[in-house]
């Protein structure tokens, strides 16, 4: 089969030092800290053959995120950007959905509660937990101790099969009456299920009627917008330099869009919201230590107390905080990481079949062969938000 691979030479830099899940010259938490000179390509590889407990898909869409991106991109000394979890080789891409051509004896659909059969349309979470150790047994599989990602540290869904565990699918079938592409719309529920975890799960959700701000236009940030405004958010701001960006959110139902490099965030915000300030923000842009004084700044001038404040978007760099200013306002900050349990992936789906239509993210589709290419213009492009990979 072919597939899009993506190696990198193991130099870590001077100040890493080998963590105690770390492999040394393969594993690693810290990417951006040991991969250097990345290399993308296409390859010719063996389907895989499964487990018991696995099933093998066949892959119909794979959506290209910022962490593939981040992971074929460097500095100028030639590092990776992405800061997480990663082993190379791998074959990137984790954002899919595509039908089941075969099943091991073990693998239970949780729609029917019976093994799954050839046919059935899926979607899978990135996230692979053990459901075994400490964090995956109080609830928190998100932050398991065992953790292997698709696409980052074990092989993903640039390829036309994919072999998962059965545990991480949900099925797709509930689309089937509303989208005619049920697969388009299914390679989006994973990025959508990031941003729910991190506005409804993390951020503790919202009241319909209460404010809610956005900082960054990606495919996160614009998820998050249709989530808060599904869910009632009375005016939702979203910060965004970029104009096609920018447009797309308002596409996405937001109320306001700031310019933070021509505007003031801080007197917008206070001038949309008429000075009652918003129940939550996301940090979705990475960049938190130029964005953070902004929230800070806005929490202080306006009026609302309780604000919750969530971190979603990865970044190495350290973010600057006025414990003043949060215990003033009884407002937190808190982290979001993954996807995986609290019924996210199942109640992304019957939103989505509701009519939470997250399609509009998709401004390109592209082929398989045109995968390599398409990340490196990703790098330096703004036009485009979601590149959606078609695989028949």
Same mark, same amino acid.
């Given at each position: 089969?072919?597939?899009?691979?993506?190696?990198?030479?193991?130099?870590?830099?001077?100040? $890493?030092?080998? %963590?105690?899940?770390? +492999?040394?010259?393969?594993?690693?938490?810290? &990417?951006?800290?040991?991969?250097?000179?990345? *290399?993308?390509?296409?390859?010719?590889?063996?389907?895989?053959?499964?487990?018991?407990?696995?099933?093998?898909?066949?892959?119909?869409?794979?959506?290209?995120?910022?962490? /593939?991106?981040?992971?074929?991109?460097?500095?100028? #000394?030639? !590092?990776?950007?992405? =800061?997480?979890?990663?082993?190379?080789?791998?074959?990137?891409?984790?954002? $899919?959905?595509?039908?089941?051509?075969?099943?091991?004896?073990?693998?239970?659909?949780?729609?029917?509660?019976?093994?799954? @059969? %050839?046919?059935?349309?899926?979607?899978?979470?990135?996230?692979?937990?053990?459901?075994?150790?400490?964090?995956?047994?109080?609830?928190?599989?998100?932050?398991?101790?065992?953790?292997?990602?698709?696409?980052?540290?074990?092989?993903?869904?640039?390829?036309?099969?994919?072999?998962?565990?059965?545990?991480?699918?949900?099925?797709?079938?509930?689309?089937?009456?509303?989208?005619? /592409?049920?697969?388009?719309? &299914?390679?989006?529920?994973?990025?959508?299920?990031?941003?729910? *975890?991190?506005?409804?799960?993390? %951020?503790?959700?919202?009241?319909?009627?209460? *404010?809610?701000?956005?900082?960054? &236009?990606?495919?996160?940030?614009?998820?998050?917008?249709?989530?808060?405004?599904?869910?009632?958010?009375?005016?939702?701001?979203?910060?965004? =330099? @970029?104009?096609?960006?920018?447009?797309?959110?308002?596409?996405?139902?937001?109320? !306001?869009?700031?310019?933070?490099?021509?505007?003031?965030?801080?007197? #917008?915000?206070?001038? !949309?919201?008429?000075?009652?300030?918003?129940?939550?923000?996301?940090?979705?842009?990475?960049?938190?230590?130029?964005?953070?004084?902004?929230?800070?700044?806005?929490?202080? @001038?306006?009026?609302?107390?309780?604000?919750?404040?969530?971190?979603?978007?990865?970044? #190495?760099?350290?973010? =600057?905080?006025?414990?003043? !200013?949060?215990?003033?306002?009884?407002?937190?900050?808190?982290?979001?990481?993954?996807?995986?349990?609290?019924?996210?992936?199942?109640?992304?789906?019957?939103?989505?079949?509701?009519?939470? /239509?997250?399609?509009?993210?998709?401004?390109? #589709? +592209?082929?398989?062969?045109?995968?390599?290419?398409?990340?490196?213009?990703?790098?330096? /492009?703004?036009? *485009?938000?979601? +590149?959606?990979?078609?695989?028949?």
């Amino acid at each position: 089969m072919e597939a899009i691979e993506l190696s990198a030479k193991w130099e870590p830099k001077p100040s $890493f030092k080998l %963590g105690s899940k770390d +492999i040394e010259g393969k594993l690693t938490y810290l &990417g951006s800290q040991v991969w250097r000179y990345p *290399n993308v390509r296409k390859i010719e590889k063996v389907v895989p053959e499964i487990k018991p407990n696995e099933v093998l898909i066949k892959v119909k869409r794979v959506g290209i995120c910022g962490s /593939d991106v981040h992971m074929a991109q460097t500095d100028k #000394e030639g !590092y990776i950007y992405y =800061p997480g979890l990663t082993a190379f080789p791998v074959i990137l891409g984790h954002e $899919f959905a595509g039908e089941i051509v075969k099943a091991g004896i073990r693998a239970i659909n949780k729609r029917t509660n019976q093994p799954f @059969e %050839g046919g059935e349309p899926v979607t899978v979470e990135e996230m692979v937990w053990c459901g075994e150790c400490r964090p995956c047994c109080d609830g928190f599989p998100n932050h398991c101790e065992r953790l292997q990602e698709i696409g980052f540290s074990i092989d993903g869904a640039y390829a036309e099969y994919i072999a998962v565990p059965a545990k991480l699918c949900w099925s797709l079938n509930k689309l089937k009456n509303r989208y005619d /592409d049920i697969f388009k719309i &299914g390679s989006l529920v994973e990025p959508t299920s990031v941003a729910y *975890n991190a506005v409804i799960e993390r %951020g503790g959700g919202i009241r319909p009627g209460e *404010n809610v701000v956005i900082l960054g &236009g990606g495919p996160i940030g614009l998820a998050a917008t249709k989530i808060l405004k599904t869910a009632g958010a009375a005016i939702c701001i979203v910060s965004e =330099p @970029e104009e096609s960006r920018a447009n797309l959110a308002k596409k996405m139902g937001a109320d !306001y869009v700031i310019n933070p490099q021509k505007e003031s965030f801080v007197e #917008e915000v206070k001038e !949309y919201t008429d000075n009652e300030g918003a129940k939550l923000y996301l940090e979705a842009t990475g960049l938190p230590h130029i964005v953070t004084d902004d929230i800070q700044n806005a929490i202080w @001038e306006c009026k609302a107390v309780n604000s919750t404040v969530v971190i979603v978007a990865r970044a #190495e760099q350290r973010m =600057p905080v006025c414990g003043e !200013y949060f215990q003033v306002r009884r407002a937190r900050i808190v982290g979001a990481q993954g996807h995986s349990g609290h019924g996210t992936f199942p109640n992304v789906i019957s939103a989505m079949s509701a009519g939470m /239509d997250m399609t509009p993210m998709i401004t390109k #589709e +592209i082929s398989l062969e045109e995968a390599p290419e398409n990340l490196k213009i990703l790098q330096t /492009d703004k036009e *485009n938000c979601k +590149i959606s990979i078609k695989i028949s």
